[in-house]
């Protein structure tokens, strides 16, 4: 893999837009050609964390263990954003964006931490709390998107903590949100499920931990293997072991998915050989949403449309290109 780094200036989040690297709440932005931009404005608070609507027109940023998020604009502050106290030191804040037609919507748990809900950008409407919803007990986190805006998947935890993925059609939610208490689609596997990564509109990489839910299912999924998942279909193809622990995966097509438990590596799905790795970069120790202590869990942010990851900790950004073709 190819390795680029950038020295940065008092880095606060890092967010990736085109083939630039943004600190929307530290006011600069880096080129991967070693060029700094100081930005018209900056943000104080704790903030450590940046998402960004497809367009790179909206942006969020927040503490990923806190309460507190603004919604920006071109750079440009629109409101605060908050969700609840409940356990948010333990996990990853819930939001993303989805842009259908012309409307763009972030993704969040607004009214309560098990109630997902959808709220106009622009307006604050949130079209989706209506009367009659009926939360379940669970913990929404890791939040992304489909490529096409239309599915949501959560990737995060029901007590006594359990991890599980869940994938919501966007679009039917709008339409009726008494389905975003009720995910259409989620893998029925005897293993529990603690990381996924979109592949394309049909298909997920998947990945489980030790944990045994359902003996009678473990052949789809077996503890510590990885595959993938046909969430329309509920088909699984092919569970491998990997060659070594995993933790959050980032898929960049239907054979391959990076892997950044410990230290980068990127796995080939279909044989759960590493095929590419560098153990002197410290990519943290996250494996699920759970993250209990910040600083051995650096910013990781993946371009999806370059299929580059970039690692910043302290004043220092790492940028991991594959070292092969992948198209």
């Given at each position: 893999?190819?390795i680029?780094?950038?020295?940065a200036?008092y880095l606060?989040?890092i967010c990736?837009?085109?083939?630039n690297?943004?600190?929307?709440?530290g006011?600069?932005?880096?080129s991967?050609?070693g060029?700094v931009?100081?930005?018209?404005?900056?943000?104080?608070?704790s903030?450590?964390?940046a998402?960004?609507s497809?367009?790179?027109?909206y942006?969020?940023?927040?503490n990923?263990?806190?309460?507190?998020?603004l919604?920006?604009?071109?750079?440009?502050l629109i409101r605060?954003?908050?969700?609840s106290?409940?356990?948010?030191?333990?996990?990853?804040?819930?939001?993303?964006?989805t842009t259908?037609?012309?409307k763009?919507?972030?993704?969040?748990?607004p009214v309560?931490?098990?109630q997902l809900d959808l709220?106009d950008v622009e307006t604050?409407?949130?079209?989706t709390?209506?009367?009659?919803?009926?939360?379940?007990?669970i913990?929404y986190?890791?939040?992304e998107?489909s490529?096409?805006?239309?599915?949501?998947m959560?990737?995060?935890?029901?007590w006594?903590?359990?991890h599980?993925?869940?994938?919501?059609?966007i679009?039917?939610?709008?339409r009726?949100p008494?389905?975003m208490d009720?995910?259409?689609?989620?893998?029925n596997?005897g293993?529990?499920i603690?990381?996924?990564?979109?592949i394309d509109d049909?298909?997920?990489?998947?990945?489980?931990?030790?944990?045994?839910?359902?003996?009678?299912?473990?052949?789809k999924?077996?503890p510590n293997?990885i595959?993938l998942?046909d969430?329309?279909?509920d088909?699984?193809c092919?569970?491998v072991k990997v060659?070594?622990?995993f933790?959050?995966l980032?898929a960049i097509?239907?054979?391959?998915?990076?892997?950044l438990?410990?230290?980068p590596?990127?796995v080939?799905?279909?044989t759960?050989e590493?095929?590419?790795?560098?153990?002197?970069?410290?990519?943290?120790?996250?494996?699920s949403?759970?993250?209990?202590?910040?600083?051995?869990?650096?910013s990781i942010i993946?371009?999806?449309?370059?299929?580059q990851?970039?690692?910043?900790?302290?004043?220092?950004i790492?940028?991991?290109t594959?070292?092969?073709?992948?198209e």
């Amino acid at each position: 893999m190819q390795i680029q780094a950038i020295t940065a200036n008092y880095l606060k989040t890092i967010c990736w837009k085109d083939d630039n690297i943004v600190d929307w709440a530290g006011g600069y932005t880096y080129s991967l050609g070693g060029k700094v931009r100081q930005l018209g404005s900056h943000y104080a608070y704790s903030f450590n964390s940046a998402i960004s609507s497809a367009d790179g027109s909206y942006i969020f940023i927040y503490n990923k263990l806190g309460t507190k998020g603004l919604l920006l604009k071109n750079g440009q502050l629109i409101r605060e954003i908050n969700r609840s106290y409940y356990y948010a030191n333990a996990y990853e804040f819930p939001v993303a964006f989805t842009t259908l037609g012309n409307k763009t919507y972030l993704i969040h748990c607004p009214v309560a931490y098990n109630q997902l809900d959808l709220e106009d950008v622009e307006t604050g409407e949130i079209i989706t709390n209506i009367s009659g919803r009926k939360p379940t007990d669970i913990f929404y986190s890791r939040l992304e998107v489909s490529s096409d805006g239309a599915f949501l998947m959560s990737k995060g935890w029901v007590w006594h903590p359990l991890h599980e993925i869940s994938v919501f059609d966007i679009k039917e939610c709008i339409r009726n949100p008494l389905l975003m208490d009720n995910p259409q689609f989620y893998p029925n596997a005897g293993a529990e499920i603690c990381t996924a990564s979109f592949i394309d509109d049909n298909t997920i990489v998947i990945g489980s931990s030790d944990e045994i839910i359902d003996e009678d299912n473990m052949g789809k999924l077996p503890p510590n293997h990885i595959c993938l998942w046909d969430f329309k279909t509920d088909h699984f193809c092919g569970p491998v072991k990997v060659k070594e622990d995993f933790g959050n995966l980032f898929a960049i097509n239907a054979n391959y998915c990076w892997d950044l438990l410990g230290f980068p590596k990127i796995v080939n799905i279909n044989t759960g050989e590493i095929v590419e790795q560098n153990k002197e970069i410290n990519s943290g120790k996250q494996q699920s949403s759970f993250i209990s202590a910040t600083e051995n869990f650096p910013s990781i942010i993946f371009n999806r449309q370059t299929k580059q990851i970039a690692i910043a900790k302290h004043e220092k950004i790492e940028v991991l290109t594959p070292g092969f073709s992948w198209e």
